[in-house]
Structures are given as structure tokens and as C-alpha cells.
């Protein structure tokens, strides 16, 4: 008998066990296995729900304290400490928040919670961001300081505005944006705000901003 032809006939032979195996397969060990995928099934829904509703929590927040799509820092960050508990991972981020039929400030949350809380590399982020259309999506922030004193007389608080896309934030030199929402109300600064684009956000309303 040939060498090809023994090889043939054992890989025959195996083919034939392992379908014999497959064939008689005791019930038990099928039942056991039916009930493991099933109770993983049901595990990954009740897993997703849980997401769900979690990230639900966070939306009515953001929801509830926003003005003409403006959010005030301390609201912002309320709303990211609610977002840290949920404990919810990159994949869920990117399902919940980073997604076109949120609103850019809860883009803004999820992004700024996978970069620092997560410590997710910027370039996944990216990738979500563009993945889901998201990214040109652009954030307005100003933030009033404190004016000096000179002379005996306190000059007038100083509004700064910065504008960046989603996209653009992931970049080095935009690292102060994100540390200026981070560090909130703090020693000179008096206030600070996080608005969508500055075209289309609460700048119309002038009262909204103006230094309180």
C-alpha cells in the first residue's frame, strides 16, 4: 500500500470518529451545552439592558440641565461622575453616547470619559468618532477668569472662547480644552460653560452668558 494511499484512508478513519462522536453525542453532555449558550444568551441581554438603562441615567441628566444647548461646567461634571459608576466600557460608550442621534455634549461626556476614565488610546477614539459621523461635530467652550486689580480698581472678568471639533480635541495642543472643563470653577476662574457650536448655541441668548 502506498504512502498517499494510507494517509487517505486515515484521514477517512478520522473524518468517520469524528462524525461518529458528533452522531451519538450523549444527551446529557448536548443538554448541557444548549443550556450554557442559552443561559449566555440571556445573560448578554440582560448585560445590554443594564447598558442601556444606565446610559439612560446620564442622558436625562444632560438632558434636564441643559439651556439652548449649553451646559454649565458643575452640571458637566455631575454628569461624568454618574457616567464613571456605570461602570460602562468603550464598546458601550461607543454605542450610547457616541452616536449621531445624541447631542454634541453628550458626545463631548463619552469621548472625555473614554480618554481619561477608560484611558482608551486616541486613536480608537478617533476611529469611533469617524466611524460613527460624529467627528466634525464641533464644541464651543468659554470660560470667564477673574479681572486683575490695578491701580485700586478691579478691571472687568475676562470671557475666553475656545472652538474645536470632536475630532480636533484628541490632538496634543488641544489638551487645555478638555483641562479646563476638568478643573471646573477654581481660584480665578469664575465660570465656565460648554455649549455646541458657536453659531447654534445659546450665544444667542446673551443673558445665558454674560458673566453672573
Not at 479681572?147 to 472678568?157: C, T, Y
Not at 470653577?185 to 465660570?191: F, G, K, N
Request: aromatic share 10%; glycine share 4%; proline share 1%.
Amino acid at each position: 500500500m502506498s504512502q498517499t494511499t494510507a494517509s487517505t484512508e486515515e484521514e477517512d478513519a478520522t473524518s468517520s470518529s469524528w462524525a461518529l462522536n458528533d452522531e451519538y453525542l450523549p444527551n446529557d453532555v448536548a443538554l448541557y451545552m444548549a443550556s450554557m449558550l442559552q443561559g449566555w444568551r440571556a445573560f448578554y441581554i440582560k448585560w445590554q439592558t443594564e447598558m442601556a438603562e444606565r446610559a439612560f441615567s446620564v442622558l436625562e441628566l444632560v438632558k434636564q440641565s441643559a439651556h439652548y444647548e449649553s451646559l454649565e461646567v458643575g452640571d458637566y461634571q455631575r454628569a461624568m461622575e454618574l457616567l464613571k459608576k456605570t461602570e460602562m466600557g468603550f464598546k458601550d460608550v461607543q454605542l450610547y453616547l457616541l452616536t449621531p442621534k445624541r447631542s454634541v455634549l453628550v458626545n463631548l461626556i463619552g469621548l472625555h470619559y473614554c480618554l481619561v476614565w477608560l484611558g482608551i488610546q486616541s486613536e480608537y477614539v478617533k476611529a469611533a468618532l469617524c466611524t460613527n459621523q460624529i467627528g466634525d461635530r464641533n464644541i464651543c467652550l468659554r470660560w470667564w477668569i477673574l479681572g486683575q486689580w490695578v491701580n485700586g480698581f478691579r478691571r472687568a472678568d475676562q470671557m475666553h472662547v475656545g472652538i474645536a471639533s470632536l475630532t480636533k480635541l484628541l490632538e496634543p495642543k488641544q489638551e487645555q480644552f478638555l483641562f479646563v472643563i476638568q478643573r471646573g470653577i477654581m481660584h480665578e476662574v469664575l465660570r465656565v460653560q460648554i455649549s455646541a457650536d458657536f453659531r447654534t448655541s445659546a450665544w444667542i441668548a446673551r443673558d445665558m452668558h454674560s458673566q453672573r
